[in-house]
């Protein structure tokens, strides 16, 4: 008889999930608590969805677990992405690495998934929101229990996210259900996701973009940096190189301590280079105001916000401005200080931190906890840096979940304990 595999949410993992397992004979069915599945790939990569990146490694995630984590992307990495959406027909098309649709168009990525799995016969319950998992005896059925509905199968891949972007599903339910079964989780914080800050005077510099090198420091220590496009919002920084990094800064806010960034808005100059720069510009000082000295380097907004905090009239003659308040401009554009008090909530985070550690399961991604249940995706306790990196995972996850849940060949659990 057909094994019986339930798929608990219909995203990204979840779908591979379904596919994999429908491949190797089961009888599938997703459980989906939106009124669609795949909801969330439809915003992913700004609607171009970047769904994978040739440069696959460790140093592009973060989990409590590497040697796990490293296994698992062996066995389903880049190069399988490619040839499992070749396969079910999707054209594709790479960008320094990054992996698009040819078309660029999210909505692609999740059409030739829906094709597949109506091609493969795959039962889809929409609307079908789990409240409760309730596991057998090892080898025995498991019942997942959705409102007045019970559902029994003999494995189930739980796949419905994490907590980040609640209104496309991941509203924090997976993290849920895995506490019932014995799991003990990472506590959960919202990543790639925009910082708050409490300088007073963000609304005036508010709009600007810039490239920037944005280092985190925490008790004196530098502990992450990065380099992209930085966005400056009335509230706090957005931008790539600050989604970077949100994770690491949430953490350290999470134990109540407040964290300092310092951005370099010149970062290929060099010690040397730039002090060579400064005495260039003393040329400039005859017959000039310190706004029209400082014209020139930063956009304008910033330098005057950077000429009002070290003391300087923009209209007074550079001549006579002191050389100390001079000084300190130039050390505020490559060491502009801000305090991060806060995150945006989950609802703008593009994932989210923590959840079920790959400890607590087998290399298949089985629950040590529970026979039969396995999980993949968001809500376990990997994320990785903006660049595909997490749809990479949710890929592999998928795969690895399904493939085991469907043959009932994993790895035995006891060799899993070390046993």
Same mark, same amino acid.
């Given at each position: 008889?057909?094994?019986? &595999?339930?798929?608990?949410?219909?995203?990204?993992?979840?779908?591979?999930?379904?596919?994999?397992?429908?491949?190797?004979?089961?009888?599938?069915? &997703?459980?989906?608590?939106?009124?669609?599945?795949?909801?969330?790939?439809?915003?992913?990569? =700004?609607?171009?969805?970047?769904?994978? =990146?040739?440069?696959?490694?460790?140093?592009?995630?973060?989990?409590?677990?590497?040697?796990?984590?490293?296994?698992?992307?062996?066995?389903?990495?880049?190069?399988?992405?490619?040839?499992?959406? $070749?396969?079910?027909?999707?054209?594709?098309?790479?960008?320094?690495?990054?992996?698009?649709?040819?078309?660029?168009?999210?909505?692609?990525?999740?059409?030739?998934?829906?094709?597949?799995?109506?091609?493969?016969?795959?039962?889809?319950? =929409?609307?079908?929101?789990?409240?409760?998992?309730?596991?057998? %005896?090892?080898?025995? @059925?498991?019942?997942?229990? !959705?409102?007045?509905?019970?559902?029994?199968?003999?494995?189930?891949?739980?796949?419905?996210?994490? #907590?980040?972007? %609640?209104?496309?599903?991941?509203?924090?339910?997976?993290?849920?259900?895995?506490?019932?079964?014995?799991?003990?989780?990472?506590?959960?914080? %919202?990543?790639?996701?925009?910082?708050?800050?409490?300088?007073?005077?963000?609304?005036?510099? !508010?709009?600007?973009?810039?490239?920037?090198?944005?280092?985190?420091?925490?008790?004196?220590?530098?502990?992450?940096?990065?380099?992209?496009?930085?966005?400056?919002?009335?509230?706090?920084?957005?931008?790539? %190189?600050?989604? $970077?990094? !949100?994770?690491?800064?949430?953490?350290?806010?999470?134990?109540?301590?407040?964290?300092?960034?310092?951005?370099?808005?010149?970062?290929?100059?060099?010690?040397?280079?730039?002090?060579?720069?400064? #005495?260039?510009?003393?040329?400039? @000082?005859?017959?000039?105001?310190?706004?029209?000295?400082?014209?020139?380097?930063?956009?304008?907004?910033?330098?005057?916000?950077?000429?009002?905090?070290?003391?300087?009239?923009?209209?007074?003659?550079?001549?006579?401005?002191?050389?100390?308040?001079?000084?300190?401009?130039?050390?505020?554009?490559?060491?502009?200080?801000?305090?991060?008090?806060?995150? =945006? !909530?989950?609802?703008?985070?593009?994932?989210?931190?923590?959840?079920?550690?790959?400890?607590?399961?087998?290399?298949?991604?089985?629950?040590?906890?529970?026979?039969?249940?396995?999980?993949?995706?968001?809500?376990?306790?990997?994320?990785?840096?903006?660049?595909?990196?997490?749809? $990479?995972?949710?890929?592999?996850?998928?795969?690895?979940?399904?493939?085991?849940?469907?043959?009932?060949? @994993?790895?035995?659990?006891?060799?899993?304990?070390?046993?």
């Amino acid at each position: 008889m057909k094994r019986k &595999v339930g798929i608990i949410g219909g995203g990204a993992a979840g779908m591979m999930a379904a596919i994999t397992a429908a491949r190797q004979g089961a009888e599938v069915t &997703v459980l989906e608590g939106n009124d669609r599945v795949g909801r969330k790939i439809l915003s992913t990569g =700004n609607g171009k969805c970047n769904l994978g =990146n040739r440069k696959l490694d460790l140093e592009e995630y973060y989990t409590g677990n590497s040697r796990r984590l490293e296994e698992c992307l062996k066995r389903f990495g880049t190069e399988d992405t490619v040839s499992f959406f $070749q396969g079910i027909g999707l054209m594709l098309k790479e960008k320094n690495g990054y992996l698009y649709p040819a078309c660029e168009q999210a909505s692609a990525v999740l059409d030739v998934l829906r094709f597949e799995l109506s091609a493969l016969g795959i039962k889809v319950a =929409n609307g079908c929101k789990v409240g409760r998992i309730l596991p057998g %005896p090892e080898g025995g @059925q498991i019942r997942v229990e !959705s409102g007045d509905e019970t559902y029994s199968f003999d494995c189930v891949v739980v796949a419905c996210g994490g #907590a980040a972007a %609640p209104r496309t599903g991941s509203d924090g339910s997976g993290f849920r259900l895995a506490e019932q079964i014995g799991h003990k989780l990472v506590p959960s914080v %919202p990543a790639l996701v925009q910082l708050r800050c409490s300088e007073p005077y963000l609304k005036a510099i !508010s709009g600007i973009r810039a490239d920037a090198a944005v280092r985190v420091w925490d008790n004196g220590r530098c502990i992450a940096n990065e380099r992209g496009e930085l966005q400056l919002t009335d509230y706090g920084i957005s931008g790539i %190189p600050v989604f $970077q990094l !949100s994770r690491q800064v949430n953490y350290i806010l999470r134990r109540q301590r407040e964290v300092e960034i310092t951005v370099d808005f010149l970062p290929d100059y060099g010690r040397e280079e730039y002090e060579a720069l400064q #005495a260039g510009r003393k040329l400039l @000082q005859n017959d000039r105001t310190v706004e029209a000295f400082f014209t020139g380097m930063l956009h304008k907004k910033l330098m005057l916000q950077f000429m009002k905090m070290a003391g300087l009239k923009p209209g007074e003659p550079v001549e006579k401005a002191d050389a100390s308040a001079l000084d300190k401009v130039y050390r505020l554009c490559r060491e502009w200080r801000v305090h991060v008090n806060g995150h =945006n !909530s989950y609802d703008n985070a593009q994932v989210c931190a923590g959840g079920v550690p790959l400890d607590q399961l087998t290399e298949d991604l089985e629950s040590l906890m529970a026979p039969g249940v396995f999980f993949a995706g968001e809500i376990l306790d990997v994320d990785g840096k903006c660049g595909g990196y997490n749809l $990479q995972w949710a890929w592999t996850s998928g795969y690895l979940a399904g493939k085991a849940a469907a043959d009932g060949n @994993q790895i035995p659990r006891c060799k899993q304990r070390g046993i």
